[in-house]
């Protein structure tokens, strides 16, 4: 890392349990979200080979999904 | 439904010829597979939009502007660039899995012309930044930077790696030099290998900056100006004046001086790009037997 916040900061509860991801198929592309409650997810990585997927708006990482819409 | 993050599902709204003036507009061009309307970020919800013009018919205005697509895309390098491990969950981060694709769509979109990138980055993880920043050096089309707050460690190489670098009055850059964490095998070999990605560094930096190495390393290691660490903190025009960036100024500048670029290149579209990207006939090229065995490699920190 090269950084200017201190390692001990950065790596401030490391040791946690990472939290449990799910792959899912979302208008065509997939999309590996965290759940965060019934039917929502967000998004963490889109798993695609199509770049103009990485411009949708919807699938930027940290976007919420709704599963039922 | 509308989450605020675009609009899912089926819109009849008729979508606007020429997104942006002085712009041929989109009719020439092949739809891209992201302009179906509903990915489409600039629309509100078909129901709500619908509504909205009857209203305006109702009143008697004949023109509707459409949304306004921006020819510039902005990619905002923000927190820690993250590497390949997953940083966490307190730490705001720029994610390279993300930028590098968005970056070859934004090569073929041939919507957009002009790429933005804004930093305010406390650094990261080399590779990661390297990576990005090589991917913007290797942009096709124009690019300018603009530092606010900071862009610090790694972020200077993504900062100078666009064709002409901003950096704001009050924002900084610190140049310190690469530190590795974790378990340290205490040989040698771990201080060759920490100069060589120190080298990999200012390569690029000077490569792609008026900064000549010598000043480079001076600064990186330079004594009694940073509180924890070695190294300097360039404010707004000392970075300037050091050859790190090209220019001071705020968002205007970047964006005259991209919308500048755009139009240079448009006047000589049919050239080739800024230089050989790839000088394979200088490369020299090492038998493998020469290769250093057991290099290091992969994760770095």
Redesign the interface.
Known sequence: ???????EL?????E?E?KKLQQIQW??AQVLIEPIDFGRGRVV??L?T?????????L??G??I?LG? | MDNGLGTVGGSKVPRAEGFYPGVEGPAEEPLMPFEEPNHDPQEQDPAAQQAALENIKELGQTEVPGPMVSRIHCINIVGQVEGHVLLPPRNKTTKYEHIIPQLVAVEQNPRIQGVLVILNTVGGDIEAGLAIAEMIKGLSKPSVSLVLGGGHSIGAPIAVAARHSFIADSATVTVHPIRLTGLVVGVPQTYEYLDKMQDRVIRFITENSRITPERLRELMFRTGDLMRDIGTVLIGKEAVAAGLIDELGGLHKAVTKLEKLIEEQKSQSNEPLDGPLWQAENAEILPVKDIPLGSPGGVDH
């Open positions: 890392m090269w950084t200017i916040v201190p390692p950065v790596w401030e509860g490391v946690r990472p208008h065509n990585q889109v695609s199509e770049p103009n997927d990485f411009l949708r708006p919807d930027a990482p976007a919420i709704n819409s």
